[in-house]
């Protein structure tokens, strides 16, 4: 076992090719130390259950994750390998003994790395997007600090473009809720580049997916035959769901960008066109309004009047021809039901005066959706709750992370 043999070894790993690194392995079994390609063989199936997501199936009450238990005992086997390899003189004259003691020993610290990388995953539905951006810190940090051996480069390389794409997908996610155009935009550039690299090296298999066009704004969700990850599917879904959130939070500024045509067009290849969706809606009832609001906070005061009081600012109006009267009526109502208006609830009001029902239902840190109808609607009212319910649930911010599982499409 050489230094070409590791490497090739590891570049199939590094692209999900975990099959065809197995069967490199096993191609050498005349050669020493046969422990050391155990060790190979089982790390590779454990890479592939890995980026399948295996780890994420539902787990019976008390059962250990099985995924971890192998990476706990693989990391203590080569840390015995390595032992076992500096004591013994006689292997073959093609195995390097030196390079095999570094490769193990680097491999025992990768192995403990990967039980950090599952925890990340497994916690990220549970914690805040800013206490996920911070543990994927840590592990990135910890990566940086690690000697690893030249051979291990390529897994090296491809787990930390794996996490700093899942960071950059958080941070989008966070400056797209704080009404940030100009970072998400960054950001979603950055991400769209990466995955644009990633797409043809994991297309090993067959399996539904999406390809990469070569500007953002150019960028639907096309699909195509090459097979990928689970891993890798989950963060091209996610790039895909805050594409659509930032086309539709920033449509306002993107209108002025590009003409009308090529918007529609983009916006009717993205996962969920939320500006058609309220266009429909607005057609179907009598006077309805949507708007987005800004929640009036560091990020927004500029655009908060402070001496109207008010605790938003409308970033986005559908029809836009909303009338005066009811803008003033609406900034009354968020201002008094500012409280009452949460992640899990709508506040809902009748103004006799205008004859129009108000609902607001907040969507982000940053972000509240807002609900203007002519007449008295009920609180209930099926037509109006559904049609929020539906728009509020694509938005909130941690639904993505339902779908990190593995099978999911």
């Known amino acids: 076992m050489d230094e070409s043999f590791f490497k090739s070894?590891?570049?199939?790993?590094?692209?999900?090719?975990?099959?065809k690194a197995k069967e490199q392995v096993e191609k050498r079994k005349?050669?020493?130390?046969?422990?050391?390609?155990?060790?190979?063989?089982?790390?590779?199936?454990?890479?592939?259950?890995?980026?399948?997501?295996?780890?994420?199936?539902?787990?019976?009450?008390?059962r250990k994750d099985p995924l971890k238990s192998a990476y706990i005992n693989l990391s203590i086997e080569f840390q015995n390998l390595v032992k076992v390899i500096e004591k013994e003189n006689s292997?073959?004259?093609?195995?390097?003994?030196?390079?095999?003691?570094?490769?193990?020993?680097?491999?025992?610290?990768?192995?403990?790395?990967?039980?950090?990388?599952?925890?990340?995953?497994?916690?990220?539905?549970?914690?805040?997007?800013?206490?996920?951006?911070?543990?994927?810190?840590?592990?990135?940090?910890?990566?940086?600090?690690s000697e690893h051996c030249s051979a291990l480069k390529p897994i090296a390389d491809s787990f930390v473009s794996e996490f700093e794409t899942f960071q950059k997908l958080i941070r989008s996610s966070v400056w797209i809720s704080e009404?940030?155009?100009?970072?998400?935009?960054?950001?979603?550039?950055?991400?769209?580049?990466?995955?644009?690299?990633?797409?043809?090296?994991?297309?090993?298999?067959?399996?539904?997916?999406?390809?990469?066009?070569?500007?953002?704004?150019?960028?639907?969700?096309?699909?195509?035959?090459?097979?990928?990850?689970?891993?890798?599917q989950w963060m091209a879904r996610y790039f895909q769901e805050l594409l659509s959130k930032f086309s539709f939070y920033f449509y306002s500024i993107l209108r002025k960008i590009d003409n009308g045509t090529d918007m529609k067009m983009f916006l009717s290849k993205c996962s969920y066109d939320y500006i058609g969706k309220i266009l429909n809606f607005c057609r179907r009832s009598d006077s309805c309004y949507v708007l987005l609001c800004a929640i009036g906070n560091e990020h927004t005061s500029k655009l908060v009047d402070v001496e109207n009081r008010m605790t938003h600012a409308r970033v986005l109006e559908m029809p836009t021809n909303i009338k005066e009267e009811l803008q003033s009526n609406l900034d009354i109502f968020l201002y008094n039901k500012f409280e009452d208006i949460s992640?899990?609830?709508?506040?809902?009001?009748?103004?006799?005066?205008?004859?129009?029902?108000?609902?607001?239902?907040?969507?982000?840190?940053?972000?509240?959706?807002?609900?203007?109808?002519?007449?008295?609607?009920?609180e209930k009212d099926?037509?109006?709750?559904?049609?929020?319910?539906?728009?509020?649930?694509?938005?909130?911010?941690?639904?993505?992370?339902?779908?990190?599982?593995p099978g999911v499409k």
């Open 9 to 19: 070894y590891l570049s199939h790993i590094s692209t999900v090719a975990c099959d």
């Open 30 to 62: 005349d050669c020493e130390p046969a422990i050391l390609q155990a060790g190979l063989v089982q790390f590779a199936m454990c890479e592939k259950s890995y980026y399948s997501l295996v780890f994420m199936e539902q787990k019976w009450f008390g």
């Open 91 to 145: 292997y073959d004259k093609k195995c390097d003994r030196q390079l095999c003691v570094k490769v193990a020993a680097s491999l025992s610290s990768f192995c403990a790395c990967r039980i950090d990388c599952i925890e990340v995953y497994e916690s990220a539905s549970r914690s805040t997007l800013e206490e996920l951006e911070g543990a994927i810190s840590n592990l990135l940090d910890k990566c940086h600090s």
């Open 179 to 232: 009404w940030n155009y100009f970072d998400s935009l960054i950001e979603l550039h950055k991400i769209h580049r990466t995955l644009a690299v990633w797409q043809p090296l994991l297309a090993k298999e067959q399996h539904h997916t999406y390809s990469f066009r070569p500007g953002l704004l150019g960028f639907g969700e096309r699909r195509s035959t090459s097979p990928v990850s689970a891993i890798y």
């Open 343 to 378: 992640y899990d609830k709508y506040a809902y009001l009748y103004d006799k005066g205008s004859n129009y029902s108000y609902y607001a239902q907040q969507i982000d840190s940053g972000i509240m959706l807002a609900i203007v109808a002519a007449g008295k609607r009920g």
């Open 382 to 405: 099926t037509h109006i709750t559904n049609f929020l319910n539906e728009i509020v649930g694509r938005l909130q911010p941690k639904r993505v992370f339902s779908t990190l599982k």
